[in-house]
């Protein structure tokens, strides 16, 4: 953590004014479907209704706004900009990436045998392989995650953006990024906010004239389902004569459905194309491949209709949580072959590892321009990358084994593990013992990053109906969409869609080290741009 | 009840279609905001925050979706469309008699003495009086209520409207109902209902071309929000120098907090005109008079800052229950006395008298013609008229009360209470009963009204996560927004704004005789229109 670059931000709230803003949120966030259904610990199993014991009905029922900020936080304005300006660089690297199997396997070998869940992804993709694909468009709905980072050793440090990471399956909160912006913005159009609060007001000219807004709208919800749109025309007509749909493959249950549901809603209504949610375990019951490998659907509420899926956007499947049978391996192997867009393709899955952003990000890579052969815009994307060593054998590897099982020279070190979802970082002075139980073969299985410094700043959480006030840490989603056409290799494949999809700012106290509003530590957020 | 005169509706439902459809319906409705706080017995004393016993908090921060139909229900399209044809000469009409003390005065006296919230009404009305009105512009937001009625004593009697009754205050579930109807178009955009449904199909040419959709939008949430900024354009600029708004007055809790709040935001989106939310205890702590009678609200939380009043739109003061101290009946006359126009004024209030719409539909009555002079109008608005008596010494009230007293002929009506408010009428052969235990003074405190019999139906209504499934009876609400000048007598005023503003479907099982979504009797609903 860096001392704060920030105004004084935000305002002290009377009881009064806490009182307001609270309520206002509560209902704005209903109003609007800024909400989550609410976590069982929270309906707890006394909750009866009509005198049944029905908790589970009612956690399906009841809804709360999501985990939100009061206030949008301070984020500096060139930062944001450069965030959203180099989103379409990404796509185009992962997509190039994605389409290198052959690097793809280097990465993929030394992972095998450590980490069993890439292993069973390289299998899935082998078998397909094998077979041949019938698909050549792939789909990513892409998150970079970042950081403001202040340099803590040099005085007037610039504040720059450090990526924390790169979501290339399930990116999440899309749909709520769109809400939270215009629920923030819609709290400042109201004067709810304390007028002390100089950071929210325009910027005008000296007519009057608003010629900056310090509050950017996300344009997450349409952006998002523009590009399941994208993948759905390239598809094109249905090959088995029966009408086309988009399936989302998702957890049962899911509280964070209306996020979810928010893309749903846009595609029918911008673009008229049906999309159906499909948990993961219902996969091989509800859906079949014709000879052509077209992916059938047969709805369990219309046994007598069917559709040809025309892509298929996993909500699901990105952790090995949600493959506890053999059957749900069989289960993504079965959407794998089929004819189907994948979004992600098992590829663009694996692009995602964070083996992958590890191997860009080690001092003086060559891979980068490899995958992005733009010299200027290579430099821009990075300047991005916090320094990352493998803990392999490798001299890089050697380096940071070093470092992080020295305590004064760890701390400034977070050791991750290479596969996705939150919740299994050590941070700082943990890492040593945390190695040192841990047999040395497993090593290669995490990766050591240099700690980002953000600056300090302070927001109100409101979780759950109660609030949190205290200090901050805020990271940077930025959306991409990206459809192309594989090519054999690097550089080969056609991009024929390529778009910067809106932004996310997810907020948790500095108290936790954990990141993810999901796992219950974080809360979901809007830029206020600041110029610092 | 008639027996049925529409096709066989709704389909039969296999299990997935049910769970489908109930799912479908409880994410839409959240994410749209078509919603409810959940009723506190819902949420048991149990239910803990964090450990804390939090119910409160609880029942103000969940939210559930609103009691609704899953199918949209079936409705004459001729009668449907004459409900609303005719909403402009109602607004008329009302706009009329609110403008007409005289005529008004001489019904309240007859209910003075035995209904204390009309006498405390009027009392509050003659001290502005007294001292002088400040504001001549008035708004209404109305809803003008109707059932379909079939004669069962004609064979083949055409489906029509007859009028349930006329509100000039606090019209509710404007801000749910274009909602419903938007839920409705999505699940059949989706094809959720099955495709046995052939009532919710559109009708199309011989090209293909949609002719003619079987479900109406409701247009009442940007309609009646116009309504609201008319008065705020007819007030004017700030006398006060201060920035203008409206004030929301409202009960507190508020479990219906989103049909206010829907009006609230299409409000300041569409037009940036400024509204609050003031709990009607608390009018005399946060608005004060100047020596202009200008209305200052200061808000709680912001102390620094006070505005102007330029309408008051009641959702709160027009039952009895909302003034138990005599501060409350303080408030209103303070609010009355203001320059802000009233929505309503006291005498609009009054208008809305059971008594009122009595006097209009008793056979033969003068009244109607009086107060609309267009003949061929006043035709079609009569013939929305059921029979009504009053109870009190004329000859029509002695024929009433034989009619009431015996139960052979009583099963063809309906007692109601003179005052506002579902919960308290009396049906059929409970009638002699009732009567004989009341004391015959205040028998003049009811009305008798013939029973309007519709035709029988059926539909499945979701509430509180559980479905329950049976006959149904529905209740057309056509919305009206009308700004006057007022005039010193009948017809004098000049109409300003006079709009039809959507509808409401309201529709409640056919085993109760209560009405009201509010009082947890029944569900908003949207129109199926059928030519029968």
Known sequence: ??????????????????????TSVNDWSIAHG????????????NLGISGHDVTENASQVLAIAAPLTIFPSLFPRACFEEA????????????AIAQDEEWLEGIVEELIGIDDFVGKLWETHLAVKKEGYVQ???LGLFRSDYMVHVDPQESGAKPEIKQVEFNTIASSFGGLSSQVSSLHSYLASVDAYPSAAASLQPESNKDGIVTQSPLPASKSVPSLSSGLAAAHQAYGPSKSL??????????????????????????????????FRLPFQRILTDTKLDSDRN??????????KSYEVSAIYFRAGYSPDDYPRAEDWQARLHLER???????????????CKKVQQILATPHSPHLSRFLPDEAMAARVLKTFAPIYPLDQSDAGQEARKLATDPSTAARYVLKPQREGGGNNVYRKAIPDFLKKLPESHWPAHILMEMIEPPAQRNIILRNGEIQSGGVICELGVYGTCLWKNGGVAGK?????NEEAGYLLRTKGDQSEEGGVAAGFGAVDSCCLVDV
Chains 1, 2 share one sequence.
Do not use: W
């Not at 800024?34 to 199993?45: I, T």
């Not at 959203?84 to 997509?95: P, S, T, V």
């Not at 992916?295 to 007598?304: D, K, M």
């Open 295 to 304: 992916l059938l659907y047969h709805p369990p509420h219309s046994p007598s």
């Open 84 to 95: 959203l300006a180099i989103q379409k660089a990404y796509n185009e690297l992962y997509a």
């Open 136 to 138: 050549e468009h792939s």
């Open 242 to 275: 029966r009408p086309t749909c988009i399936l989302f493959v998702v957890q049962d249950p899911e509280r964070n459905v209306f996020d979810q549901r928010h893309l749903e809603y846009s595609l029918i209504q911008k673009t008229g194309i049906r999309s």
């Open 338 to 352: 089929s004819r189907a867009i994948k979004c992600p393709s098992i590829l663009t899955h694996l692009a995602g």
């Open 1 to 22: 953590m860096a001392p704060s670059i920030y105004p004084d931000y935000p305002p002290d709230l009377s009881e009064e004014q806490r009182q307001f803003l609270v």
């Open 34 to 45: 800024l909400a989550v259904r609410p976590a069982p610990s929270f309906l707890n199993q």
């Open 493 to 497: 494949g056609e991009i024929l869609h």
